[in-house]
């Protein structure tokens, strides 16, 4: 039993444009102990499927159209809205890119993260400003207990970055997702709090997903990954298996485009064109207008996700020619 199972889900968007096929068919697993990282270009449907799993949708425009969000066993999307709010924060927790906007500008940040504790765990302000300090210390903010008054405005992105992380790790969630955590800052900082991330979870032997548009940051920690492109999976993989040989023409093209320290100066090989309308999902395969290997069938028939190997899958149809050229 995985400790989340999301299958086959489906989410749209109603808008006066029409109807945006945000999520076609999204399904994963994630173990406790797991890192996923989803990865695809922006407005790949990667955030869409983890408001869903989280119960944060916006519904409307959004739909839940189809599919299941299994978490220990249990169908989310079944629960009464009261069920599935206990669940955030205390089962599940979620870290977003931007701190600064997740956070109350006006409250200390000891007084936000002590807060917690007083409303799920009924401390007195006394004790939950110790656990807040104990949190501070434990994601690695220097002089916590000097800072733990002071507001968010006053920490540096990356210190903001670590008490996202701290919110979500005090109730000792089971599963965290982290959508683009890292994003807003600077490579030396992303990389200093990815490494604390993939340590907390590997010490609390929490399952994480790690949704990123940069395969770069998530080589190190993730244990597989989910290519995402147009609300569809088009490959998952061990991550050393996805990285040494993918089986998907776009996985391939996010590979060349990841910036080389042996190809300094040179030009990025950056996939040409741009991901499709969600109102108007092209026929066949999805990325068969911007595919450097895309044939008539490709045009027409929309490639089912290909069992290709031992825990790996593609949705191309050409994937065994994908898998020869290496
Ligand atoms: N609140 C919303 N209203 C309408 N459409 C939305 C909304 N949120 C997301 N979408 C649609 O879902 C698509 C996927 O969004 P998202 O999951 O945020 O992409 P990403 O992969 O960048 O995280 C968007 O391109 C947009 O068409
Ligand atoms: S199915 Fe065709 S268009 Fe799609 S990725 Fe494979 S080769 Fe390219
Ligand atoms: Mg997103």
């Known amino acids: 039993m995985s400790l989340l199972e999301v299958n086959d889900l489906h989410v749209e968007f109603h808008t006066r444009d029409g109807v945006a096929k945000a999520v076609n068919g999204v399904s994963y697993t994630v173990d406790a102990g797991e890192t996923l990282a989803v990865l695809g270009e922006s407005g790949s449907g990667k955030s869409v499927t ?18 299941e969000v299994l978490f220990q066993d249990q169908d989310l999307l079944k629960l009464p809205r009261e069920e599935r709010r206990k669940i955030r924060g205390r089962k599940m927790a979620m870290i977003f890119q931007d701190a600064l906007s997740s956070l109350n500008p006006v409250l200390s940040v000891g007084y936000q993260l002590g807060e917690m504790f007083r409303v799920h765990r009924g401390l007195s ?18 002089a916590a207990k000097e800072r733990v008054n002071d507001y968010p405005h006053q ?49 609390f032997n929490m399952g994480l997903i790690l949704i990123t548009h940069d395969l770069g940051v998530v080589a190190d920690v993730a244990d597989k990954i989910a ?44 996939i040409k064109g741009l991901p499709p309308s969600l109102l108007a999902i092209p026929p066949g395969c999805a990325f068969n207008p911007r595919c450097p290997m895309a044939r008539d069938v490709c045009r027409t028939d929309e490639p089912p996700l290909y069992e290709v190997g031992e825990h790996r899958a593609s949705a191309c149809h050409f994937w065994e020619e994908m898998l020869d050229a290496r």
């Open 50 to 67: 983890a408001q869903a799993i989280m119960g944060i949708l916006d519904m409307p425009p959004g739909k839940i159209t189809g599919g």
């Open 125 to 142: 302000r006394k004790e939950a400003r110790a656990k807040a300090v104990e949190l501070m210390d434990r994601v690695r903010i220097p």
């Open 155 to 203: 920490f540096s992105g990356g210190m903001r970055q670590r008490i996202m992380i701290a919110m979500a790790l005090a109730l000792g969630p089971e599963l965290i997702i982290a959508d683009e955590p890292t994003t807003a800052l600077d490579v030396t900082v992303q990389a200093q709090v990815m490494e604390l991330l993939a340590e907390l979870q590997d010490e």
């Open 227 to 270: 290519v995402m492109y147009a609300g569809r999976i088009v490959e998952t993989a061990p991550v050393h298996d996805l990285y040494r040989a993918p089986a998907h023409p776009y996985t391939k093209g996010l590979l060349d485009s990841i910036p080389r320290l042996d190809q300094k100066g040179h030009e990025l090989n950056a």
